[in-house]
């Protein structure tokens, strides 16, 4: 058990360590924009068809805890979830096949990198919350105690009501219960079910179509192999052999054993009930091997696993070969969790930033403004500025962060913030003499000298580039040659974007941003052919 809660720690600060820089993804801002406030109903309207309840619960109670800045904190709760299903597992197996074997089986989850989005994500505390709850609910039924029985019940109760991952548990427990010939104890199961029901006929979404159905078979085979790659650390590949030859182990010990264990029966039927449920409801949508539909499917099979094997103190090579198994996947399902986490971690600063630009310029955000509806679709500047003032803070970074992000993130900050400002020449007077002159930033092919609040550009070359700091008013431009003049702009980034609009030949015009609460300047690249002046304009 020592060694166990080592492990678990390690773990834990690992998963913890992988997902930083990480903030709000995809679906999580559904419960931002939609189910942040509300009635009744914001808790129990179904989410991706799913009965989220208690996520819900635990999001909104966040929200109004901590608001949208300290997001390691939602991660910390999934992590947590994660861990307590590895000690219900070694529980569980500890009183079945001895503590050795059990730290064996409880390692095998613990390390289930390949559901790499179940231990990264903290939405994923809907699917890892069922597991844990079906998990709690089999450990209490072993007690055999009325009040471990009303438990089981309640624990049922909370897979049921974190995501239909709560489902499968109902007919392997129901059957683990017959199988015994508990009959009365059936209630525990009954209760929860019959609840989750009554939600059911109000909000539930019904996802099988007859196309789904057709597809599902080779849909279903595809995740099972998934599954048991997922314990090894790889993928469908590598689960296509590790299935075929665990199974034909399995068949040698089930026709070995003289009687079927309860439990064996029970984990089974989640398993089957699990993928064809998730086949005929799924198959047309996401693929078989997707990261969040590994972690029930490796826990089942686990727990089936354990009911095969007899209890046993093992000798020292078995446990050498153990380690060495237990190790191989864990470095192997570690690249897997890697490469992925370093994706998410790099959408998240994207968004940050880009959530940032949007929080600059809120004044100018219409309301239906998507920042990015890749990473986040339910994200709209309206949704997101109500949650902001109720929550008292964002999840967007602060200039000086998007300063010091990659250049990916700045440049996607100044997109935003273009996409908002639209800035375009118009016409305006001549400034007065008092206005501040530009900074000059950068100078290919031309001579500048300042006349004035002004900047002389005379160029030496047929076309000149000259960067230039912006005032925080803007600039007045006169343009004397013989072509038009054009304009580029950047702010964060270190790339230029044409804007629209251009500086005709011989005329003037006037290019101002709207002033916000940021000091860093904009920065003007003008590409001229001939004489122009560039001065500067107040506020």
């Known amino acids: 058990m020592w060694l166990l809660g080592a492990l678990m720690l390690f773990v834990g600060v690992l998963l913890m360590y992988m997902a930083r820089g990480t903030t709000f993804y995809y679906d999580e801002w559904t419960y931002i924009v939609s189910k942040f406030g509300g ?66 089986a409880a390692i095998s989850v613990l390390w289930l990198f390949a559901a790499w989005q179940n231990l990264l994500w903290a939405f994923q505390m809907s699917f890892v919350g069922s597991v844990m709850g079906g998990l709690a609910a089999w450990a209490l039924i072993d007690r055999d105690t009325r009040r471990c029985d009303i438990a089981a019940g309640v624990a049922l109760g909370v897979a049921l009501s974190c995501s239909g991952l709560g489902i499968p548990f109902v007919p392997g427990i129901a059957a683990e219960l017959v199988w015994q010939r508990r009959w009365r104890r059936l209630w525990l199961v009954a209760v929860p079910f019959a609840l989750y029901l009554l939600w059911y006929t109000h909000y539930g979404v019904n996802m099988v179509t007859t196309n789904s159905v057709i597809q599902s078979p080779q849909w279903i085979l595809e995740m099972v192999a998934a599954g048991f790659g997922a314990l090894v650390g790889r993928d469908t590949d590598w689960g296509v052999p590790v299935t075929v030859l665990l199974l034909w182990l399995a068949a040698k010990r ?53 009911e095969l094997l007899p209890k046993m103190r093992p000798t020292g090579r078995a446990m050498g070969v153990a380690t060495v198994f237990l190790l191989a996947a864990a470095l192997m399902g570690w690249q897997t969790m890697h490469n992925n986490a370093l994706v998410l971690r790099g959408e998240s600063t994207l968004l940050a930033a880009q959530v940032g630009a949007m929080q600059l310029e809120a004044a100018h955000a219409p309301p239906a403004y998507a920042p990015d509806p890749t990473i986040a679709p339910p994200l709209t500047a309206a949704g997101y500025f109500k949650a902001m003032r109720e929550m008292g803070n964002g999840a967007g970074d602060s200039p000086a962060a998007i300063l010091a992000s990659s250049v990916t993130d700045r440049i996607a900050a100044d997109t935003v913030l273009l996409q908002l400002l639209a800035p375009a020449v118009a016409p305006r007077p001549l400034p007065a003499a008092a206005a501040p002159v530009p900074t000059l930033a950068g100078v290919n092919g031309a001579r500048v000298v300042r006349s004035g609040s002004c900047l002389v550009l005379d160029p030496s070359a047929p076309t000149a580039l000259v960067a230039l700091a912006m005032p925080r008013g803007g600039v007045f431009i006169r343009n004397h040659g013989a072509t038009s003049a054009t304009l580029e702009l950047r702010r964060f980034s270190a790339a230029y974007t044409p804007i629209a609009g251009v500086v005709p030949a011989h005329h003037a015009d006037a290019l101002a941003i709207p002033v916000d609460a940021s000091s860093v300047p904009w920065y003007l690249q003008v590409s001229i052919t001939g004489p122009t002046r560039v001065c500067g304009l107040t506020t």
């Open 39 to 104: 009635g009744i109903n914001s808790f129990l309207e179904p989410h991706n068809e799913h009965f989220s309840l208690i996520p819900i619960a635990i999001y909104k109670l966040m929200f109004r805890i901590v608001g949208m800045r300290d997001y390691p904190l939602y991660r910390l709760i999934v992590v947590v979830m994660h861990l307590v299903c590895v000690a219900l597992v070694y529980d569980i197996a500890r009183r079945r096949i001895g503590a050795w074997p059990a730290l064996v």
């Open 254 to 306: 089930v026709v070995a054993v003289e009687r079927l264990s309860p439990r064996f029966i029970g984990a089974a039927i989640t398993t089957v009930a699990y993928v064809v449920l998730t086949g005929v409801s799924r198959s047309t949508i996401q693929a078989p091997d997707e990261s969040r539909y590994l972690y029930l499917g490796a826990v089942c099979l686990v727990m089936a696993a354990i």
